[in-house]
């Protein structure tokens, strides 16, 4: 098995992929007569096609146990899909450059609990990764018509041993 090594979520190493959606770096500035701050801007949501409309979503991911095999990856052509954790717990992200139309090996961050992500329409990512039991997250994605689902199983399977805290 090929070996996948877990780097920090950050908006630089991200960016082929999506967004990353956090405070910190944002742009920012007070609304609501100086009682709120307001950051603005936070992802690039994309839904594409006719008959569509923008989705908010609760999941429920499971706790994933290490070592964790990936052999798969996911796609949506027609839109973003956003996750942003509800209860300040981290998750882990693992996502895949197009070649030739499937995925690359894959790459992994682990997003911190104040972090989320937004995958940019058509990029390769592994479904939810929860790192704790019954993690909610908040899921922003197209729904409509067209089928904005493909899924790709790899040959061989790869390997992340294990998650480091983030500092």
Not at 139 to 155: A, K, P, Q, T
Request: hydrophobic residues 40%; without cysteine.
């Amino acid at each position: 098995m090929n070996e996948i090594i877990v780097s920090k979520l950050m908006r630089e190493s991200f960016a082929p992929y999506g967004d990353v959606i956090e405070t910190e770096g944002a742009e920012n500035f007070e609304i609501n007569n100086g009682s709120t701050i307001r950051f603005h801007d936070m992802a690039n949501v994309q839904i594409l096609g006719q008959n569509v409309r923008t989705l908010i979503n609760i999941f429920r991911g499971d706790q994933k146990i290490f070592p964790l095999e990936i052999g798969m990856m996911e796609r949506h052509p027609f839109g973003s899909q956003a996750f942003i954790p509800m209860q300040g717990r981290p998750f882990l992200v693992v996502v895949s450059r197009d070649v030739d139309g499937v995925p690359s090996k894959p790459e992994a961050f682990l997003a911190k609990g104040d972090q989320g992500v937004n995958y940019a329409a058509n990029t390769w990512h592994h479904p939810l990764l929860s790192l704790e039991p019954d993690s909610d997250f908040l899921v922003v994605d197209r729904g409509g018509d067209g089928d904005n689902l493909e899924e790709y199983f790899f040959d061989q399977t790869y390997l992340i041993k294990q998650v480091l805290p983030v500092e």
